[in-house]
C-alpha cells in the first residue's frame, strides 16, 4: 500500500511547470525571428526606402538599433537555453528517481519534450551568434 502511495506521490509532483517548458523551447527561436525580421526591415528602409535611395540615409542610427536588437535576443536565447537546460535536468532526474514499478511513459516523455527543446535552443543560439557576426561584417547599404 505505501508503494502505490509512494509512485502516485512521484508521478503527481510535477517540479517543472508546463508554462516554463513552454517558454523555454520558444525563448531562442523566437528571439531568432524578431531580430532577423526587425532588423532587416530596418536596414532595408535605412538605405533604399519604396526602392528610392536616400539622400541622406540614417543607416548609423539604424545600426545601432540593430546592434541593440541584436544584444536583447542574444540575451533573451542564452536565458531560454539556460531554463531548458535546467528543466531538462529536472525532468530527467525526476523520471530517473521514479519507483521501479511507475509508469514511466509520462515522465520520459516530459523529459524527452525537455531535451528537444534545449537542443532546440543551442541551434538557434547558434543561429543568433551568426546573425550578429554577419551584422558585424556586413555593412548597413
Known amino acids: 500500500m505505501a508503494d502505490s502511495a509512494n509512485e502516485q506521490r512521484v508521478i503527481g509532483e510535477t517540479p517543472v511547470a508546463p508554462w516554463r517548458v513552454f517558454v523555454a523551447i520558444l525563448a531562442a527561436p523566437a528571439a ?7 532588423a532587416e526591415a530596418l536596414v532595408a528602409q535605412s538605405c533604399f526606402p ?5 539622400r541622406a540615409s540614417y543607416a548609423g542610427a539604424a545600426l545601432r538599433a540593430v546592434v541593440g536588437i541584436s544584444a536583447a535576443a ?4 542564452i536565458a ?9 535536468r529536472r525532468l530527467a ?5 521514479a519507483p521501479p514499478r511507475a ?3 509520462l515522465l520520459n516523455g516530459e523529459a524527452f519534450v525537455a531535451k528537444v527543446g534545449f537542443m532546440s535552443s543551442l541551434l538557434f543560439l547558434f543561429a543568433l551568434v ?3 557576426v554577419a551584422v558585424a561584417l556586413v555593412s548597413g547599404c
Open 32 to 38: 531568432w525571428t524578431l531580430q532577423v525580421c526587425i
Open 50 to 54: 519604396y526602392d528610392a535611395p536616400m
Open 93 to 97: 532526474d525526476r523520471a530517473n528517481d
Open 103 to 105: 509508469d514511466r511513459t
Open 74 to 77: 542574444l540575451v533573451v536565447g
Open 130 to 132: 551568426a546573425t550578429d
Open 80 to 88: 531560454g537555453a539556460c531554463l531548458s537546460w535546467r528543466n531538462w
